[in-house]
């Protein structure tokens, strides 16, 4: 169903950076590559167990995925966030960190579609 | 103007290049961006102007990052950029000084655009009103603002000087118009303390009742329409400078409260218990004798001590010579300045006639006259003609300016014959001398009718 539906809404970023196409594409690219290489390092935090780092990590993505209107992963993000800080429910991550990958890499895809 | 340099600092790449982006639509902003808060304090030497902070970073907290910067230069302001929604975050860093807290959300571009326009504008202010108070420092330069050669006052900057090097307590007397408040200024503003205020406050023209609250101020409700708490010129002049002009006019109730203040350098604001430190520097003013008042029983002599600190002593206008031509020439300069006049000489007639005058209202009188001189006088001359006196004071000033007895006899001659129309008889009559004295002084040029 998710590869149907466009997981991402870039008004927020065109109301910030205006709507000139150049400029549009080079951030789409800056997301491309600073998330996948902040979703790889979360990835290695979560599987080392390290959930501080992976909180952490959580957090510097947030602003990110509210950015570029991934509104299917807000919430999921956030509650990442709070458990890497607080380490309470930390049998949520099983679900939550596919969830993450499943859902980037569906939006890196529809992304790069759009801007090619 | 300079460049506004913002910093923003943030080490999620993607957010931190868009607000840089953003911020950089202005041509006027130079934006800087940092991925960690070491990155960002090792580049503070760069002096920016504004810096956007990341409460979250990877190296060190936002609190840490802060604390350092302001340790570097507390002047830069800093925005609290963060995606942490916690109130108690927010105030806990507004109180280690961070400017402003903006969370981040759809409305920051916005509210961080706004915030660093702010900060601009206040940056452009602050510099405007430091440029102000060294344009005001200039102004108040010793020999800007005393005119003059003459001994006595050389002897007067020298002392100036040496009240403007130290935190003491002066004290300056002379007659009215002499100078004394400039006299302050000029010391305030080339002291350390010149870039705090100076505050003014003449004790003659307040009311006694009143003069407490005005210096110490008040708290609500501590008197009859006192509707809200106001600060008193003591803490208005926090390590300024203040001056008490007329001091010798305080009421003895009211000295007491002033000698405590400044012993124990603090106050209490009327109605209220809070003791306030005190860092002021006192500069008083009168023109009547102190030590006479205190020997009257009108001025307590334990705050005559306190007060006298650095004497100074400002000469009347008759007694500098020829500092009466440099000042004339001065004021008569100044106001074809302001008023886009040619600068007129002065004849020697006219100089003559000035050095002779006594000046009762001294540099203030002398300043009237010039002004009245130059509206009055039809050429490029200032004339003997053009100088009039309007002393309120003549008699006094009559006695006071020293001569012959026969220049006396001629002065009073000439005044009666002026008086009198010119009429020999009725002035000899007036006079009980004869009437040949009279026409033996025109007859050898000792007087001349006019």
Request: charged fraction near 30%; include cysteine.
């Amino acid at each position: 169903m998710e590869e149907n539906i466009k997981l991402y809404n870039l008004d927020n970023l065109i109301s910030m950076i205006g709507s000139e196409p150049e400029s549009v594409k080079e951030f789409v690219h800056l997301f491309l590559d600073t998330s996948s290489q902040t979703m790889i390092q979360l990835n290695e935090a979560f599987e080392a167990q390290n959930y501080t780092q992976m909180g952490a990590l959580a957090h510097k993505l947030k602003s990110s995925i509210d950015l570029m209107g991934i509104e299917s992963l807000k919430k999921e993000i956030r509650t990442v966030e709070i458990i890497g800080k607080d380490q309470n429910n930390l049998q949520k991550l099983d679900d939550l960190i596919p969830k993450l990958n499943r859902i980037l890499e569906e939006v890196y895809k529809q992304m790069q579609a759009e801007i090619e | 103007m300079d460049p506004f340099k913002i910093f923003i600092v943030e080490d999620d790449t993607m957010y931190g290049e868009l607000l840089s982006f953003n911020l950089s639509l202005n041509p006027d902003y130079e934006v800087e961006h940092f991925t960690t808060g070491t990155d960002c304090v090792n580049a503070l030497y760069k002096s920016p102007s504004a810096i956007s902070l990341d409460y979250s970073l990877p190296d060190m907290t936002g609190l840490e990052v802060l604390e350092k910067i302001r340790k570097y230069n507390p002047e830069i302001p800093i925005v609290i950029v963060s995606g942490q929604e916690d109130v108690s975050t927010a105030v806990d860093l507004l109180k280690q000084g961070a400017y402003d807290y903006i969370v981040k959300d759809e409305d920051t571009k916005d509210r961080l655009w706004n915030t660093m326009k702010n900060i601009r504008e206040n940056l452009s202010l602050k510099k405007e009103i430091s440029e102000l108070k060294e344009e005001i420092g200039k102004k108040y330069e010793f020999n800007t603002i005393i005119k003059g050669k003459s001994n006595v006052i050389l002897q007067s900057f020298k002392l100036m000087d040496k009240a403007a090097k130290t935190n003491i307590t002066v004290s300056v007397t002379g007659e009215t118009g002499t100078g004394k408040e400039l006299v302050a200024k000029a010391i305030h503003y080339n002291s350390p303390r010149a870039k705090k205020p100076f505050i003014t406050i003449n004790v003659s023209a307040i009311p006694n009742e009143l003069i407490e609250s005005e210096l110490f101020g008040h708290e609500k409700g501590a008197f009859t329409g006192a509707s809200a708490r106001r600060i008193g010129k003591f803490e208005e002049a926090a390590k300024g400078s203040i001056f008490l002009d007329e001091i010798a006019e305080m009421d003895l109730n009211m000295q007491a409260k002033l000698l405590r203040v400044i012993q124990e350098k603090e106050l209490t604001r009327v109605g209220g218990n809070q003791i306030i430190k005190t860092d002021v520097r006192v500069i008083v003013a009168t023109h009547k004798n102190l030590a006479e008042e205190v020997k009257k029983g009108n001025f307590r002599e334990d705050l005559y001590y306190r007060l006298l600190g650095l004497p100074i002593e400002l000469p009347p206008l008759r007694d500098r010579g020829n500092d009466i031509l440099i000042l004339a020439k001065f004021f008569v300069d100044e106001f074809c300045r302001e008023n886009k006049m040619d600068k007129p000489t002065i004849s020697h007639e006219a100089q003559e006639k000035l050095l002779k005058y006594v000046y009762p209202g001294n540099v203030r009188e002398l300043k009237a006259i010039m002004e009245l001189a130059a509206v009055m006088s039809n050429s490029a001359n200032i004339e003997a003609d053009d100088i009039s006196f309007n002393s309120t004071r003549s008699m006094t000033d009559f006695l006071l300016e020293e001569n012959t007895l026969r220049g006396y006899t001629q002065k009073i001659i000439l005044h009666y014959l002026e008086k009198y129309d010119n009429n020999i008889l009725m002035v000899a009559k007036k006079l009980d001398i004869g009437k040949s004295t009279i026409y033996r002084m025109i007859k050898t040029g000792e007087i001349s009718m006019k």
